[in-house]
Structure formats: structure tokens, C-alpha cells
């Protein structure tokens, strides 16, 4: 059974995505810039995004096992959403390393609990039968990152930065406001919640999707991190930039739309191999080419491959792989593995890479990370029976 309905969840279940990833609109293409305003070098930048990235290996787990004992995903949203604009309102206020350190810890720490609770609320709420149904409502996402990346790109490129906190500060309070559009409810039981919740991560093609996201995460360090620089350096116009971004989100739209047709037609095994390759392709252009604007539109559709068809691939199999009690822990295991120890570790690397061998170590790094994580999805995943 269902807590509520696809069709009377739609549109709150869209709101809420489309404000949660406008806040990434506003901070995974500019906050490195931002930092760089505050004269942070390479390895502090790479230090502070990494804190940003760390904090999502412990707080979603938190929040999971909070939400699993109450059953109640939205109440634990809310309460992660609100905190996170509280903690924001130091990045208006300081400008020191330590202080910024702290202000991006706590600020992170409570901003990446919601989301995998909201991506267990979601499952939960469209069930086994509107499961496929996902990307339509994801993609809306999408549409708020980019609405964020494009306009705050023409406010940095007609103003400056430093009006970025305020920026993530408004947003932050909309999706908190947004998160009381949905009704919380009791998470039903069902299939699967028998099984431990160390047994299932011990299972081979579990274990493996976790370390191939976390790969896959790994690699995109130097991208989150310093593609916005890299381009500005190269002169690029802050508008072209902020519409490079954007043709990357389009793409990852144009995926999520045709979702549900996709994972009907392919083996998700397949795609995720896909996805794979394509995301090897797109590092090395972004490493040896990005002084031409062609590839770098080129590499842009690419980004529908590295993050929303993996992703997209990822998150169906980690739902069928944890049911029940398991379900929260189960998202916010895999965003812990992914984007938070993969991600901190990559955005650290990245600085420290970037500041010995530039671009092409960088995603040279990141170019090996992804062939390693092929070998591995290809040996050992498979969808559940």
C-alpha cells in the first residue's frame, strides 16, 4: 500500500524537488567561485567543498535511522531544512577560513539529511506500481537547478558573487516552506523488511553499486569544483558559463522525462554500464579540450549520462534492494557512499590535484576512477530477481 497517490502528489512532490535543487543551482557552480572571491586558494577551496561533501557520509545516516524508527520521513525534511537555513546565515556573516570551515560543516551536515528521506517518501509514495514514474517528477529538479544557475550567473555576471549567501539563504527558507505541502504519514511495511540491514549491504551486487557510485562520485570532484574557474580562466563569459551548467541539467531533464520508457526497454544493468562510458568520454574532453566551446557543449550532454542516467539507474536498484524498515537506511546509505564520501574525497583531490597538474591531472584522476568503477559494475552488477 501507498501513503498517497501519484496523481494527488505530483505537483507538491515537483515543488519540493524543483527548490531543493535550485539550492544546488546556487551552490554547485558558484560556491568555489564564491570562495575564490574571499581569496581562498586551490587546496582551501578543494578543503571547504570537501567539508561541504564529507558531512553527507554521516548525517544521511542520522536522519535515516531517525526517520525509520518514526516512520515519519517529512517531519525529519523539515527539520533538516530549517536548520540548514539557520546555519547558512553565517556564510553572510563570516569570511575567515575556520569560520566559513564550520558555517559549510553545520550548514551541510543538516542540508544533506532531507533529501534521501525525501527520496524514500517519494518511492514510498508512488509504490511498486508508480515506481517507473520517477523521473517525472525528479526532472522538475532539474528545472529549479537550472531557473538557479542561469539567473544567479546573470547576477554575478551584472553584479557580484558576494550576493550568493543571501541568495541561498531565501531559498533554503522556500523549500522548508515547501516541505509542509506534503503530509507526513506512517511508512507501511512490505516485502523485504525481514532482512537485515547488514546482510542486504553484504550482499556482492549491493556492496558493488555502492562502490561504483562511490567511484562514479569520486570522479566528478574536479568538475563540481572547478569547472566554473577553469572556464573563467580560459575567458569564457560568466553568462556562457552559467549556460554551460544549465545545457548539462537540460540534458539530465531530457533522461529523467523518458525515465519511465527507458527502464522499461533496457536492463538497468545495461545503462548503468552505458553511463559509465560516457562519463570517460566526458572527463577527458573536459581535461584536454576545454578551451573549445564546441566540446564543451559536447560534454555537457554528456552530464545526461553521468549523473542522471547513473543516478536514475542507481537510485531503482537501491529501491529494490532495501524494503521496508530498511528503505530510509537504504537511500541514505547510498548518498552517503556516493555523493558524500565520494564526493568529499573527490572535491579534496580535486584541490590538490588542481594545484600540482592543473586540469589535465585532475580529470586525468578522474578518468581512471570511472574505468575502475566499469570493471567493477561489469563483474559484478545485476537487478534483483
Given at each position: 500500500?501507498?501513503?498517497?497517490?501519484?496523481?494527488?502528489?505530483?505537483?507538491?512532490?515537483?515543488?519540493?524537488?524543483?527548490?531543493?535543487?535550485?539550492?544546488?543551482?546556487?551552490?554547485?557552480?558558484?560556491?568555489?567561485?564564491?570562495?575564490?572571491?574571499?581569496?581562498?586558494?586551490a587546496i582551501e577551496i578543494?578543503?571547504?567543498?570537501?567539508?561541504?561533501?564529507?558531512?553527507?557520509?554521516?548525517?544521511?545516516?542520522?536522519?535515516?535511522?531517525?526517520?525509520?524508527?518514526?516512520?515519519?520521513?517529512?517531519?525529519?525534511?523539515?527539520?533538516?531544512?530549517?536548520?540548514?537555513?539557520?546555519?547558512?546565515?553565517?556564510?553572510?556573516?563570516?569570511?575567515?577560513?575556520?569560520?566559513?570551515?564550520?558555517?559549510?560543516?553545520?550548514?551541510?551536515?543538516?542540508?544533506?539529511?532531507?533529501?534521501?528521506?525525501?527520496?524514500?517518501?517519494?518511492?514510498?509514495?508512488?509504490?511498486?506500481?508508480?515506481?517507473?514514474?520517477?523521473?517525472?517528477?525528479?526532472?522538475?529538479?532539474?528545472?529549479?537547478?537550472?531557473?538557479?544557475?542561469?539567473?544567479?550567473?546573470?547576477?554575478?555576471?551584472?553584479?557580484?558573487?558576494?550576493?550568493?549567501?543571501?541568495?541561498?539563504?531565501?531559498?533554503?527558507?522556500?523549500?522548508?516552506?515547501?516541505?509542509?505541502?506534503?503530509?507526513?504519514?506512517?511508512?507501511?511495511?512490505?516485502?523485504?523488511?525481514?532482512?537485515?540491514?547488514?546482510?542486504?549491504?553484504?550482499?556482492?551486487?549491493?556492496?558493488?553499486?555502492?562502490?561504483?557510485?562511490?567511484?562514479?562520485?569520486?570522479?566528478?570532484?574536479?568538475?563540481?569544483?572547478?569547472?566554473?574557474?577553469?572556464?573563467?580562466?580560459?575567458?569564457?563569459?560568466?553568462?556562457?558559463?552559467?549556460?554551460?551548467?544549465?545545457?548539462?541539467?537540460?540534458?539530465?531533464?531530457?533522461?529523467?522525462?523518458?525515465?519511465?520508457?527507458?527502464?522499461?526497454?533496457?536492463?538497468?544493468?545495461?545503462?548503468?554500464?552505458?553511463?559509465?562510458?560516457?562519463?570517460?568520454?566526458?572527463?577527458?574532453?573536459?581535461?584536454?579540450?576545454?578551451?573549445?566551446?564546441?566540446?564543451?557543449?559536447?560534454?555537457?550532454?554528456?552530464?545526461?549520462?553521468?549523473?542522471?542516467?547513473?543516478?536514475?539507474?542507481?537510485?531503482?536498484?537501491?529501491?529494490?534492494y532495501f524494503k521496508g524498515?530498511?528503505?530510509?537506511?537504504?537511500?541514505?546509505?547510498?548518498?552517503?557512499?556516493?555523493?558524500?564520501?565520494?564526493?568529499?574525497?573527490?572535491?579534496?583531490?580535486?584541490?590538490?590535484?588542481?594545484?600540482?597538474?592543473?586540469?589535465?591531472?585532475?580529470?586525468?584522476?578522474?578518468?581512471?576512477?570511472?574505468?575502475?568503477?566499469?570493471?567493477?559494475?561489469?563483474?559484478?552488477?545485476?537487478?534483483?530477481?
Amino acid at each position: 500500500m501507498k501513503n498517497c497517490s501519484y496523481q494527488i502528489a505530483y505537483k507538491q512532490l515537483s515543488f519540493h524537488y524543483f527548490l531543493y535543487f535550485a539550492v544546488l543551482g546556487t551552490t554547485v557552480p558558484y560556491m568555489g567561485y564564491y570562495l575564490q572571491s574571499l581569496n581562498f586558494n586551490a587546496i582551501e577551496i578543494g578543503q571547504l567543498l570537501g567539508i561541504m561533501m564529507f558531512t553527507k557520509v554521516i548525517a544521511p545516516n542520522i536522519w535515516g535511522w531517525l526517520a525509520d524508527r518514526s516512520g515519519k520521513s517529512i517531519y525529519w525534511v523539515r527539520l533538516a531544512t530549517v536548520l540548514a537555513a539557520i546555519a547558512s546565515i553565517g556564510l553572510i556573516i563570516f569570511e575567515s577560513y575556520w569560520a566559513i570551515f564550520f558555517t559549510l560543516m553545520v550548514f551541510s551536515f543538516f542540508w544533506h539529511s532531507s533529501l534521501p528521506q525525501f527520496e524514500s517518501y517519494t518511492f514510498n509514495c508512488l509504490g511498486k506500481e508508480d515506481k517507473h514514474r520517477y523521473g517525472q517528477i525528479r526532472l522538475w529538479g532539474s528545472i529549479g537547478f537550472i531557473v538557479a544557475v542561469v539567473s544567479i550567473g546573470w547576477q554575478i555576471e551584472h553584479f557580484t558573487v558576494h550576493w550568493l549567501p543571501f541568495d541561498l539563504l531565501l531559498i533554503l527558507l522556500a523549500v522548508w516552506g515547501s516541505s509542509y505541502l506534503v503530509k507526513d504519514g506512517k511508512r507501511l511495511p512490505h516485502e523485504g523488511e525481514a532482512h537485515g540491514f547488514m546482510q542486504i549491504i553484504k550482499r556482492p551486487e549491493v556492496l558493488s553499486l555502492l562502490v561504483v557510485s562511490f567511484l562514479v562520485q569520486l570522479s566528478h570532484g574536479a568538475y563540481y569544483a572547478f569547472y566554473t574557474i577553469q572556464l573563467a580562466d580560459l575567458g569564457y563569459e560568466k553568462t556562457t558559463i552559467s549556460l554551460l551548467w544549465a545545457l548539462g541539467v537540460l540534458a539530465e531533464i531530457a533522461v529523467f522525462f523518458w525515465m519511465s520508457k527507458i527502464f522499461r526497454r533496457y536492463a538497468v544493468r545495461l545503462l548503468i554500464l552505458i553511463s559509465i562510458v560516457l562519463t570517460i568520454i566526458r572527463w577527458a574532453l573536459i581535461g584536454s579540450l576545454a578551451d573549445s566551446v564546441f566540446w564543451m557543449l559536447f560534454a555537457q550532454l554528456l552530464h545526461a549520462a553521468s549523473f542522471a542516467l547513473f543516478h536514475a539507474a542507481a537510485i531503482y536498484l537501491i529501491d529494490s534492494y532495501f524494503k521496508g524498515i530498511n528503505h530510509g537506511k537504504g537511500q541514505a546509505i547510498y548518498a552517503a557512499s556516493s555523493h558524500g564520501l565520494g564526493g568529499a574525497l573527490g572535491m579534496l583531490l580535486a584541490g590538490y590535484s588542481w594545484t600540482f597538474g592543473g586540469a589535465p591531472l585532475a580529470y586525468g584522476l578522474s578518468v581512471i576512477m570511472v574505468i575502475v568503477a566499469f570493471f567493477i559494475a561489469l563483474k559484478w552488477t545485476k537487478e534483483p530477481l
